[in-house]
């Protein structure tokens, strides 16, 4: 049984062929056909992209979703996230995909529930497939990973997108610079090095955005001055190379993590990110279900 929780002890082939099929499914515009496979996204934290662009992926491979809402469900009874997914599961839920605050919120289920489970970010530890996406829409830019200098801008700490990301790429040969405030620096992070955005800028293939996770601060810091000190100002991105690439997650706090007018800007791949999300998400499916 394939759960899909976090690359870190993926073989490198198998994120390739899954990188490979994310585009060719693009390309293609033909799925693998899941119907009659029975699906449901527990979703305990907030989410547009993540959970909407799964429901995307389940529906064009012709999943059948069971609907699950945290906010009316009997978890408000004091239910566990192991007897949810039990319950469900006995009901013939055939695969679960799951956000959740908790980190490592899925050790309570692997081993012990025999059903796949997918890692839609488990608080500040990973986000594997915001990481597949990631390396579909770099790979797609750059037809490789080797060499290619990657800037990690902003809240290292609490982010799970940084930490997965840095882990996989730095694995598939790219050089990783974390440009952190010195607050949010993370010391187990140790697969780059550590600047300031302002140095790092000119030398990044990609420049790769973070969003301050205010609700997992416990101090707070400047918004006001975030974009000028440590943000992708107009002044930082006329310094990028040509070819460089912007990438942000979202959601986006607005001219806090980037100058909004640099969203949409022809280097920005925010909105393709999004797109590639699909793609990535039914490559993951299709290996849960189909290998
Ligand atoms: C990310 C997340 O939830 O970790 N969002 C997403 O899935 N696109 C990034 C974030 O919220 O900071």
Redesign the pocket.
């Known amino acids: 049984m394939n759960h899909f929780i976090s690359l870190e002890n993926f073989d490198l082939e198998l994120i390739k062929n899954l990188i490979d099929d994310a585009i060719s499914f693009k390309r293609k515009k033909a799925y693998p056909n899941l119907s009659n496979r029975y699906i449901s996204n527990l979703f305990f ?1 907030n ?4 959970k909407l662009s799964f429901e995307m992926a389940e529906k064009k491979t012709g999943m059948e979703i069971i609907y699950f809402d945290a906010e009316t469900s009997s978890i408000k009874k004091g239910e566990s996230l192991y007897d949810t997914v039990k319950t469900l599961h006995s009901i013939g839920v055939e695969c679960f995909v799951i ?1 959740h605050a908790q980190d490592k919120f899925y050790e309570s289920l692997i081993n012990k529930i025999d059903v796949p489970i997918i890692n ?2 488990d608080g500040c530890g990973d ?1 594997p ?2 990481s597949l996406l990631d390396l579909v829409t770099i790979y797609e830019e750059f037809g490789t990973f080797k060499n290619l200098n990657v800037v990690i801008a902003g ?1 290292v700490v609490h ?3 940084a930490h997965s990301d840095a882990k996989i790429l730095k694995r598939l040969g790219s050089n990783i610079t974390f440009a952190t405030p010195e607050f949010w620096r993370d010391s187990s992070m140790t697969m780059g090095t550590y600047t300031s955005l302002d140095t790092a800028i000119s030398n990044a293939d990609v420049v790769m955005l ?4 205010n609700e997992r601060h416990s101090k707070q810091y400047d918004e006001k001055n975030f974009l000028e000190l440590y943000g992708l100002t107009k002044e930082r991105a006329d310094r990028m190379k040509p070819k460089a690439i912007i990438m942000h ?3 986006i706090n607005r001219n806090v993590e980037i100058d909004e007018d640099l969203i949409e800007a022809s280097q920005s791949r925010i909105f393709t ?2 797109t590639n ?1 699909v793609f990535a998400r039914i490559a993951v499916l299709n290996y849960v279900f189909n290998s």
């Open positions: 934290e989410s547009t992209r993540t956000r839609a970010g986000h497939t915001q809240d982010s799970r997108v973070l969003r301050n996770q997650p979202a959601p990110q999004m999300g």
